[in-house]
């Protein structure tokens, strides 16, 4: 995989590691309107994301969104934003080094190379995969951190990856983790992070799991990210022990005026006071990394949103980040797959 144009490595060098490309959506380089201008233009212009025909959504992305959005989304990001600069790159970069320290605990220090690359912005999925091949990797093992399986994120990311290896004249074997909703490390680490929650805070009335959401039609033109965010609502509840009508499933971030998959988060917890609920927990399972949705979507929009039609008590559980079980799955994923 190494060498473009070189299909015979140097004699004397040692056994090449195993190359691990951890992978997430990605963020801007900064707060501001310009960062954001370039990021947004590349994410919108991936047609996994926004399926409308290319040349009706080229004019409406260079002529509405892209000089309109960059300016407001700025704005929100500066609410996040931190020394350590987007939370969201500062806690991947978190995981990929616990995640290299816990596979040389157990593979063997040079055996495995983790390496961090972004569908979007930096560090790029060209530079993770040239740093691998450098270091002569001939098998590459790929976890996108998007635990259920959705076209527009882990479909997105796998065409980026043929895109990126369409210039290596030696193609290593790959394998690629195409989700883990079910997977029992990562219940495990989801349910730790509750129980945390209920020894610290006590039992909500409703646990909320809020997911991103997907346009409707995706759904309905196979897109199986909705069975699957169903699928980890139903195990973490059944190892809880909890109720169905304890438990909410509910989709946030929509963008848009076509109808996405529902119930909203919005609208949801703005329902909950007038029927009696008033002390809520939410949970976003389909986040590896606190980010922009969670740190200010739900933790800032969605609590004003809630209190404001009467609820009381508004916890908000943090993803799973780089907690100690979070990265046991991981590792369990890809030793699972070496």
Same mark, same amino acid.
């Given at each position: 995989?190494g060498?473009k144009g070189?299909?015979?490595p140097?004699?004397n060098?040692?056994?090449?590691?195993?190359?691990?490309?951890?992978t997430?959506?990605g /963020?801007p #380089?900064?707060p501001?309107?310009?960062?954001?201008?370039?990021? &947004?233009r %590349? *994410?919108?212009?991936?047609?996994?994301v926004?399926?409308i025909?290319?040349l009706?959504?080229?004019?409406?992305?260079h002529?509405f969104?892209?000089?309109?959005?960059?300016r407001a +989304?700025?704005?929100?990001?500066?609410?996040?934003w931190?020394d350590e600069?987007?939370p969201l790159? #500062?806690?991947?970069?978190r995981?990929?080094?616990?995640?290299?320290?816990?596979?040389?605990?157990?593979?063997?220090?040079?055996?495995?190379k983790?390496?961090l690359?972004m569908r979007?912005?930096n560090?790029?999925m060209?530079?993770?995969v040239?740093?691998?091949?450098?270091s002569?990797?001939?098998h590459?093992v790929?976890?996108p951190l998007y635990?259920?399986y959705?076209?527009s994120t882990t479909? +997105?990311?796998?065409d980026e990856?043929?895109r990126?290896? +369409?210039?290596?004249r030696?193609?290593?074997?790959v394998? *690629?983790i195409?989700?883990?909703?079910?997977h029992?490390?990562?219940?495990?680490?989801?349910?730790a992070s509750v129980?945390?929650?209920?020894q610290?805070?006590? &039992?909500?009335?409703?646990w909320?799991?809020s997911?991103?959401?997907?346009?409707?039609?995706y759904?309905?033109?196979g897109d199986?990210y909705y069975? *699957?965010?169903? %699928? /980890?609502?139903?195990?973490?509840r059944?190892?809880l022990?909890? #109720?169905?009508?304890?438990v909410? /499933?509910?989709?946030q971030?929509?963008?848009g005026?076509?109808?996405?998959?529902?119930?909203?988060?919005d609208k949801t917890l703005?329902?909950?006071?007038?029927?009696?609920v008033t002390?809520?927990?939410?949970?976003?399972?389909?986040? +590896?990394s606190?980010?922009?949705?969670?740190?200010?979507?739900i933790?800032?929009e969605n *609590?004003h949103?809630?209190i404001?039609a009467?609820?009381e008590?508004?916890?908000?559980?943090?993803?799973?980040?780089?907690s100690?079980g979070?990265?046991e799955m991981?590792?369990r994923?890809?030793?699972?797959n070496?």
């Open positions: 995989m060498f070189q299909t015979t140097p004699h060098l040692p056994e090449p590691p195993v190359g691990v490309l951890l997430n959506l /963020t #380089d900064a501001t309107p310009k960062a954001l201008r370039r990021y &947004l %590349q *994410f919108l212009s991936d047609p996994r926004v399926e025909p290319r009706l959504w080229w004019f409406i992305l002529l969104i892209l000089p309109l959005r960059p +989304s700025a704005k929100l990001y500066q609410q996040i931190t600069g987007s790159l #500062d806690i991947s970069r995981q990929a080094g616990l995640l290299q320290q816990r596979l040389d605990s157990s593979c063997g220090e040079g055996k495995v983790v390496v690359g979007y912005g560090p790029s060209d530079e993770a040239n740093e691998l091949a450098e002569r990797a001939r590459l790929v976890l635990p259920q959705s076209g479909g +997105s990311t796998f990856l043929g990126v290896l +369409s210039d290596y030696w193609v290593p074997k394998s *690629f195409n989700g883990y909703q079910s029992p490390a990562y219940i495990d680490a989801l349910c129980h945390q929650h209920i610290q805070y006590g &039992l909500p009335q409703r909320v799991f997911y991103h959401g997907t346009p409707q039609r759904l309905e033109q199986p069975c *699957f965010c169903v %699928q /980890t609502t139903r195990l973490v059944e190892r022990g909890l #109720d169905e009508w304890q909410l /499933t509910t989709f971030s929509r963008f005026k076509a109808p996405w998959l529902q119930p909203y988060t703005e329902s909950l006071p007038e029927q009696g002390n809520v927990a939410v949970i976003c399972p389909g986040f +590896s606190d980010c922009l949705e969670t740190l200010e979507e933790e800032g *609590f949103a809630f404001t009467g609820g008590q508004f916890h908000y559980i943090p993803c799973l980040n780089d100690p979070h990265i991981m590792a994923l890809i030793e699972e070496m």
